[in-house]
């Protein structure tokens, strides 16, 4: 199984800040990593897939990097509706397997 | 438009199975796959397994044995069922539409959460 190392489990940032969250494949996933959003109570929302392509309806502040096992996930001018949980998931194989989720709080 | 919606029992006792039903509307499971994902209560999300267009299954290997995907095209239903069930399966369960090519699951269900307990 691929496992999906993300960084960092928790962040704390101001309104307007940018913040970067990293996932590390245990192997080459070829791009093929998605970043979600998840609110509490909700279903996670896709916003980016294959590293870097924005869903419709997500804003142009959220970007998406990287290659070979090596992947960025950022938002740049950090909103209050950003304040949510972060995770990625690798999807070049079964099992599918997610990061383990970045908590983005308010400082 | 694209819904999934979970349904099925809230409270399962230990030892017995779990049984949910995922409704879809506004595309055919013949052109897209259904994964299940669950997450338990404050964790991160896990696969469980998948349902292919062509109606064949896939499973997380820790699950397998207990795991059981299948459909009712005609319904557009996707059904779970996973048996002898432990306290450590209390989560929210969710389905979610997974494109036919680069599978990346785009759409999702609201979840429905199921406490195992006694």
């Known amino acids: 199984d691929i496992q999906m190392t993300q960084s960092p489990p928790s962040l704390s940032a101001s309104l307007g800040d940018k913040v970067t969250i990293t996932c590390q494949a245990s192997q080459n996933i070829n791009k093929y990593i998605a970043w979600y959003q998840q609110k509490p109570g909700k279903a996670p929302r896709l916003l980016i897939r294959y590293t870097s392509t924005l869903e419709s309806g997500t804003p142009s502040r959220f970007s998406g990097s990287g290659s070979g096992r090596d992947y960025s996930f950022s938002i740049s001018n950090v909103e209050s509706e950003d304040i949510a949980s972060y995770y990625c998931l690798q999807y070049v194989n079964l099992p599918r397997t997610f990061g383990g989720g970045t908590k983005l709080e308010l400082k | 438009q694209v819904q999934l919606k979970e349904s099925g029992p809230g409270l399962v006792q230990p030892s017995q199975t779990l049984s949910l039903t995922c409704t879809v509307s506004g595309f055919s499971l013949t052109s897209y796959h259904v994964s299940w994902v669950r997450q338990p209560p404050g964790k991160g999300l896990e696969w469980m397994g998948v349902i292919w267009t062509g109606g064949s299954t896939a499973y997380n290997s820790l699950l397998k044995s207990r795991l059981s995907i299948s459909r009712d095209i005609s319904k557009s239903q996707v059904f779970l069922k996973m048996n002898s069930l432990q306290t450590e399966d209390t989560a929210t369960y969710y389905c979610?539409?997974?494109?036919?090519?680069?599978?990346?699951?785009?759409?999702w269900g609201q979840g429905a959460s199921v406490t195992v307990s006694s």
């Open positions: 979610a539409r997974e494109m036919p090519v680069a599978p990346v699951m785009d759409a």
